[in-house]
DNA sequence: TCGAATTTGTGCGTATGTATC
DNA sequence: GGATACATACGCACAAATTCG
């Protein structure tokens, strides 16, 4: 390793740069993007090979250069080729796979359209279910699992729901799957109070699918849903259930459905982050 | 450093473990959440720290144990102590001070709602504004910077608003700070088609804010908005202009006011990821 | 089928700069 | 000014997974 200053070929170079050909690429490059003289190496060549993601001249699949390749090319050190491949999987735009490299990963998205009002999605024929409604829209089969079973509500979705903690619901419990892939998770609670002993006690029993048309059937005339959109790492059993390369974001969704005000359905979503995008359409006045 | 099975203390230890202290713990740990016992000793200690972060025994604000308390109290390296702390980095739950420590970041949330439909905010008295009155939902006080000009719209925003591109536009760019720290940004666009010589051409010069109340004055009805929410990792900018610790994440927001399906505002909203809850109440049907 | 080469994942030790206290 | 702490960087070792002849 050597330090800039001490060869002095010319070029202006920043003082604490210890990587000459990274040097002469980022002083010609302070005219254009932002002002990387003061840049760390490791966060210049994770910008580097993100610019290349992003631009498509890394596609999605391609691999990525070794951590020799990277030393090599920039003359930097392991450590420094590490740390840059690891922002780069921590942004979760590339993954590793030991033994043999990394990876850049799709970063077309899907799109979620929220329920409620979207035009182009209420015709009668087609897929049942939102879910199925956005695959298709995206060119793919939407198929899902699930579990059902009677729970009691634990604090949380008693007020969520507005019943007293412990009173009977339903959970069930989803995984949804695009072309055979996971890449939605839910958990859904049911107030038994509203359903039990109907036709749409049990969600996935009837041919009747989605909350609001289920209710329907029964009378209950759903008004009105509020979701609330966050964002975090996902766990330990989001990326084993999503097949995630570990320490990557998700959106979550905590939605509840309501019938004149009554709570008639809250569930919980979780999105892959760079997966989905999230679409709201909104009535004004 | 020492090897777990060369002590063999009784525990059972994963092959491999090399924090005899942290491998007791986990083992300990195996039968309540999830199997650690082949988690790597760097996502051991940052699922320890995050828990105590979220849990509340770390407040926001309070100091993380240093690298050298961390090699002490897990037997590691002070490799491991930088990535276990480098992963909750990448987070966003915690912010490193050179100099001076780790500390757990604020993980309260602040909740944006989205425009449209959300009766506790409707009232005639209070904060005029739609940032202004999330900001005092919170007890903060919610204020502003702008700039407004002219401009030719590019390939994207022409796209958005409907018209040709290099068609003129009024584009504002905004800074919304919260008890005087920045938490928001956006860059709005709109057609001069329709504001051109009318008092409210420039978007912060009347004392009438927000799209749909100031195009009202000028005879058009804006009823419908839609929002594109996606995630992504922060770029300089943001992180300047935000006060971000570098490389976390954020919630991007693409919104598009239309008055009788003519665009008459398209926006690009920039959130801190950690920081905000998103709230959208649809109706159905 | 097998073994050698490559590559990542995890981990060790150390050095220097510089910000903070 | 000195001690402490993080940020960035160097070097190395070994296991496990993958690839390929």
């Given at each position: 390793m050597y330090v800039c200053q001490r060869i002095r070929i010319g070029a202006e170079v920043a003082p604490g740069c210890h990587s000459p050909t990274l040097c002469g690429r980022l002083v010609g490059l302070t005219g254009g993007?932002?002002?990387?003289?003061?840049?760390p190496a490791y966060l210049a060549i994770a910008a580097d090979l993100r610019a290349a993601i992003l631009s498509g001249?890394?596609?999605?699949?391609a691999k990525l250069p070794s951590e020799s390749g990277l030393m090599r090319q920039y003359e930097v050190s392991r450590t420094v080729a590490k740390w840059a491949i690891a922002v780069l999987k921590g942004e979760g735009i590339v993954e590793g796979r030991a033994g043999s490299g990394v990876y850049a990963r799709d970063t077309t998205r899907l799109v979620r359209h929220a329920p409620g009002?979207?035009?182009?999605?209420?015709?009668?024929?087609?897929?049942?279910?939102p879910f199925a409604r956005d695959a298709a829209g995206a060119g793919q089969q939407g198929t899902w699992e699930h579990d059902s079973r009677h729970e009691k509500a634990d604090e949380r979705i008693a007020a969520r729901l507005g019943v007293e903690p412990g009173a009977p619901v339903m959970r069930t419990s989803y995984r949804f799957l695009a072309d055979g892939e996971p890449t939605q998770l839910s958990v859904s609670y049911e107030p038994?109070?509203?359903?039990?002993?109907?036709?749409?006690?049990?969600?996935?029993?009837?041919?009747v699918k989605g909350v609001v048309a289920r209710m329907d059937t029964i009378g209950v005339r759903v008004d009105e849903v509020v979701e609330r959109v966050s964002l975090r790492s996902a766990n330990a059993e989001e990326v084993e259930a999503l097949n995630l390369p570990a320490r990557t974001f998700v959106h979550t969704i905590e939605w509840t459905y309501t019938a004149g005000g009554t709570p008639v359905e809250t569930a919980d979503i979780v999105l892959p982050g760079g997966r989905y995008e999230l679409v709201y359409r909104l009535p004004i006045d």
């Open positions: 993007a932002a002002d990387m003289s003061n840049t001249e890394l596609p999605a699949g009002r979207d035009v182009r999605f209420r015709s009668g024929d087609g897929p049942t279910s038994l109070a509203v359903t039990e002993g109907t036709p749409v006690e049990w969600p996935e029993d009837g041919s």
